[in-house]
């Protein structure tokens, strides 16, 4: 039996209308362009609604924005090989110049009925995938820096004067260089933020992070370890240049003159300094040594900076 669709479908021109009706309902642009020419052959509605009539242009002047000529990251050498044959699908993520949207782009080379060779590509919409990843990405980078950052001053925490002293100092042993390590615990501060209160507290932390992150080189880790407490560790430097630092350091920190709401707030740090030559002692160690030459300090009046050889 055979009624009037049969006839339909079997003749030329019905497939074709049904593979248009076809390309015609897919969510995604398909275009055919000659490879030659860039003339476009083929743009199925989804492309027409995005980007126009095809109007005897070429690929280039339907889907690009301004150019004067085929776009420079154009792929069609990329779909033959040096004897002309079809490479097969490329895949491809790119951001149209005309409506700033990403696409995954899927191209090929294949043979046009005339016998040409032809560039045909399926794209589809992934800004939405696109912005998701973007988010990911500053969001994972966020974590990543709080889990390394002290959130009141911004210094590296504990954790990442561990994670990145440790490579600083395999790195000194390895070259044969020193290593030095200042620890600072700021002086009665107990007292600051019982005269001023815990927010004006936190200012004073900010600016005595402030005068370290002044006063240290790139390769150098200023770091808050832990309420006044904090240290810097010193790649490639001496006993004597550190111990000369932390001298700085103290008579930057005693020089501050803080205006918190009006009031002026000055404060002092006692420093120990550790220095290991070879770059031989660990981070614990250095720790450790640092904290004897504080505890020194501290004994023998505050605001003063006191050493200790890290062997
Ligand atoms: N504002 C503020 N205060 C903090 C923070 N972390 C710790 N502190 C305070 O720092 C003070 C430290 O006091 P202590 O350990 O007694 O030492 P100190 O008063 O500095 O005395 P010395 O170290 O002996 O000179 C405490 O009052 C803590 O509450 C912080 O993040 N912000």
């Known amino acids: 039996m055979s009624d009037d669709s049969d006839v339909k479908t079997d003749s030329p021109d019905a497939g074709q209308t049904a593979i248009e009706t076809v390309l015609d309902s897919l969510d995604a642009l398909v275009y055919v362009a000659d490879m030659q020419t860039h003339e476009l052959l083929f743009l199925n509605a989804y492309g027409r609604a995005e ?60 043979r046009w009925p005339d016998g040409r060779l032809v560039r045909i590509e399926i794209a589809t919409d992934i800004t939405d995938l696109k912005d998701l990843q973007t988010q990911l990405t500053a969001a994972r980078l966020q974590a990543e820096q709080l889990a390394n950052e002290d959130a009141l001053t911004g210094l590296a925490n504990r954790r990442a004067l561990f994670a990145l002293g440790r490579s600083a100092i395999e790195q000194a042993r390895r070259q044969g260089h020193p ?91 006692s420093f120990g300094v550790t220095a290991s030559d070879s770059g031989s002692a660990t981070l614990d160690q250095l720790l450790n040594a640092a904290d004897l030459a504080t505890y020194r300090a501290k004994a023998g009046g505050r605001n003063r900076v006191e050493d200790e050889v890290c062997r």
């Open 179 to 269: 290593v030095a390590l200042i620890a600072l615990d700021a002086d009665r501060f107990k007292r600051i933020n019982d005269c001023y209160g815990h927010a004006a507290g936190d200012v004073v932390l900010k600016a005595l992070a402030e005068v370290l992150r002044s006063h240290t080189r790139a390769a150098d880790i200023a770091a808050r370890l832990g309420g006044e407490e904090f240290a810097v560790l010193l790649p490639a430097t001496g006993l004597k240049a550190a111990r000369d630092l932390a001298e700085r350091l103290r008579a930057s920190i005693e020089a501050l003159d803080i205006d918190y709401r009006g009031q002026r707030i000055q404060m002092t740090c």
């Open 51 to 110: 980007w126009g009539e095809i109007d005897n242009r070429k690929c280039w002047q339907v889907l690009q924005k301004g150019q004067k000529g085929p776009c420079t990251f154009c792929n069609n050498a990329m779909l033959v090989d040096a004897e002309g044959a079809a490479t097969g699908v490329q895949v491809w993520e790119f951001r149209n110049t005309r409506n700033n949207r990403w696409y995954q782009c899927r191209d090929q080379a294949i």
